[in-house]
């Protein structure tokens, strides 16, 4: 038996055409597109077919559409008999691990997705016509608590360490301005690159704050189930055991930082002890989902273990037949 530990990828690893091979490989992902299409009336497999970089880029359409390709990749798991028993999200891929883990369904999911990212990118437009531009980059080669106190010390205002993504990787946002205006700074307190990233935004920062009021009452009125499989909340690394928490977690997530660091640890530590109690049985580290963004930070994290991109058929294939 081949158990998956499955790492969902988040805003900012989408491209053009990404799950349309499992598309065209299930009837279980295509039956998958169309109820997300018809939960949110947009023609979701049109967008992935046609659109470009550009169109992708918009948080509504983003959200959704790499929300989709997550659910794809692990529907296409299971259909083939892989057994997902730990599920964890990087920001926007929490939810997609609470539908994994049975917290959500698919129907429920996707309309959730389709408002998160709706409040999300309105209180964006509303920071920017009062303050202008927002944006997120990737600082490489520094620690959060590093580039913490490089903005506190040098009093650079509107920016704000939203991803602890790893030892060496962290994800600041905000007002462009300010992040120019740090940048020579971190690059001068020891951090290699000062990196743009394809998102539309200043997500998990006090400029969200305004969304995360609406969103947590929206969440109120939905039906979450206690979890089937093990959750780990990228806002704390703490494992989701109720629905209630569940929903209190989503809505801190928006104004606070992902603490994606903390979570590979912990997953790191569950994989030992779920390795150490089964031990005929076949443990995976999965990035469930488009792209290689969770696979590259796990890599670079200093853990121990591989994480494998299992987000397209012929990857899927692959350990399929290795395993």
């Known amino acids: 038996m081949v158990n998956i530990i499955a790492l969902y990828p988040g805003q900012g690893s989408q491209y053009p055409k990404m799950a349309l091979d499992l598309f065209a490989s299930s009837r279980k992902v295509k039956d998958l ?163 743009p990233l394809k998102v539309s935004g200043a997500f998990h920062t006090p400029f969200m704050q305004d969304a995360t009021q609406e969103f947590s009452a929206y969440l109120e009125t939905l039906q979450f189930s206690t979890p089937k499989q093990r959750i780990i909340s990228s806002v704390t690394a703490e494992e989701v055991c109720t629905a209630e928490r569940a929903k209190e977690l989503l809505g801190m997530q928006l104004a606070n930082p992902v603490r994606w660091t903390t979570v590979m640890q912990k997953i790191s530590s569950i994989k030992e002890e779920t390795a150490s109690t089964h031990t005929n049985e076949h443990l995976v580290l999965a990035e469930t989902g488009p792209g290689t963004v969770l696979s590259g930070l796990w890599k670079n994290s200093g853990l121990p273990d591989f994480c494998s991109p299992l987000g397209k058929e012929s990857e899927i294939q692959t350990m399929r037949e290795e395993t």
């Open 33 to 195: 597109f169309e109820l997300a299409s018809d939960a949110t009336h947009i023609d979701l497999y049109t967008l992935l077919d046609t659109g470009g970089e550009e169109d992708l880029k918009r948080t509504e359409v983003t959200q959704l559409l790499v929300t989709l390709a997550n659910r794809a990749a692990q529907v296409r798991l299971s259909e083939l008999g892989f057994t997902l028993v730990c599920h964890s999200g990087l920001s926007l891929g929490e939810l997609s691990a609470y539908a994994g883990g049975g917290i959500l369904s698919d129907e429920i999911l996707f309309p959730l997705v389709q408002k998160r990212a709706s409040l999300m990118a309105e209180a964006g437009t509303k920071v920017e016509e009062k303050h202008g531009k927002l944006g997120m980059a990737a600082v490489i080669g520094m620690d959060f608590s590093s580039v913490e106190k490089i903005l506190t010390e040098k009093s650079i205002q509107g920016v704000y360490p939203s991803n602890d993504n790893g030892p060496n990787q962290v994800v600041i946002a905000g007002l462009d301005t300010a992040i120019q205006e740090a940048k020579p700074h971190l690059i001068a307190g020891g951090a290699r690159r000062v990196l």
